[in-house]
């Protein structure tokens, strides 16, 4: 247990060395895997959720977090993106015995465009300007109690304005679990492993510590096409006795990504006062495990984005 302990510490603060921008900024192909669709919880705590990953959400961050999973899941989710980019997945686990299987099927789009011609005249670019399909098979299994390790092979199908690219990438995670109730939970990840000219290959580390009323998470993460970047969330959890109808938390989070100028008058992060930023991430999460006999969560994240705008995210998920 401590040479296991030792190991993630030692891997995890490797990714603390301050990284300078990297020469080939930018360039990895396949930029929209960075964006976190089906896992909504994850964008509301600042990025801070390879620790923390559980359910379907795991399965598009850390598939160590599914090994957890005691029953079927099923998830749908939607992310309304900047300038009319709908992004939306589906997600589902099946238990097999000690290990859990899962899949995910991800379509991300965008129709219609308005650009410049060479002239410098205004044009638009009608139909679907931009197709992404990822599907993706993840294996994930508890080992001694403590111990969760996933894998993730994933299909990346990237049309856009009509130039198609098909890559393969792979995610392997592994999660260590401290305490009778989880107290602290460690978590390392290599995420989109592959070719790091067509996707943005990263490494990813966290910690989160829980207690009953909340739940502390950092996160590091080194893209091959950035600099090394952090994110801190916290949840507050409000028990089931209190609420008595289910369990209800409410997240904020901190992504030390670059802001981009101030959003504009009528925006909602305008109006509840983060129009100057694009560091600060929100949402909430509701659980009930009787709703028709069945478990039905519902997760939110909204991310403001200055000038660029207010993203959402919402899914639904199911447990049967």
């Not at 079927?72 to 015995?97: C, K, N, T």
């Not at 205004?122 to 969760?148: K, M, P, W, Y």
């Not at 409000?238 to 981009?260: C, K, Q, S």
Request: charged share 20%; hydrophobic share 40%; with cysteine.
């Amino acid at each position: 247990m401590k040479k296991l302990i030792l190991i993630f510490v030692v891997m995890f603060s490797t990714l603390a060395v301050r990284a300078d921008i990297h020469d080939n900024a930018g360039t990895s192909a396949s930029a929209f895997l960075k964006l976190g669709t089906g896992a909504p919880e994850a964008q509301a705590l600042g990025n801070a959720f390879t620790a923390l990953s559980h359910g379907t959400q795991a399965l598009f961050w850390n598939p160590a977090g599914a090994a957890t999973a005691t029953t079927r899941e099923f998830q749908v989710s939607h992310m309304q993106w900047f300038e009319g980019v709908g992004d939306s997945a589906i997600a589902y686990i099946q238990p097999l015995g000690k290990t859990n299987l899962g899949f995910t099927l991800r379509y991300l789009r965008l129709s219609n465009l308005d650009c410049r011609n060479d002239w410098g005249g205004t044009c638009d670019i009608t139909g679907q300007v931009v197709q992404d399909f990822v599907g993706t098979v993840s294996l994930a299994r508890n080992f001694f109690g403590f111990l969760d390790l996933g894998a993730t092979a994933k299909y990346i199908n990237e049309t856009n304005d009509g130039v198609r690219h098909i890559n393969p990438a792979f995610d392997v995670g592994g999660r260590i679990r401290i305490g009778r109730n989880d107290t602290v939970i460690l978590g390392i990840m290599g995420q989109n492993l592959g070719d790091k000219k067509e996707v943005p290959t990263a490494l990813r580390g966290g910690a989160v510590l829980n207690t009953k009323y909340f739940s502390l998470a950092g996160e590091l993460v080194k893209y091959v096409d950035d600099k090394a970047r952090y994110g801190v969330g916290l949840v507050i959890h409000i028990p089931e006795e209190l609420v008595e109808v289910a369990t209800f938390d409410i997240r904020v989070g901190y992504y030390n990504r670059e802001n981009t100028g101030y959003a504009e008058e009528g925006d909602l992060a305008e109006k509840i006062g983060l129009e100057d930023t694009s560091k600060i991430t929100l949402g909430f999460g509701f659980y009930s495990s009787e709703v028709m006999g069945y478990g039905l969560g519902i997760d939110y994240a909204m991310l403001p984005s200055g000038a660029l705008g207010t993203a959402h995210q919402i899914a639904v998920r199911i447990q049967f």
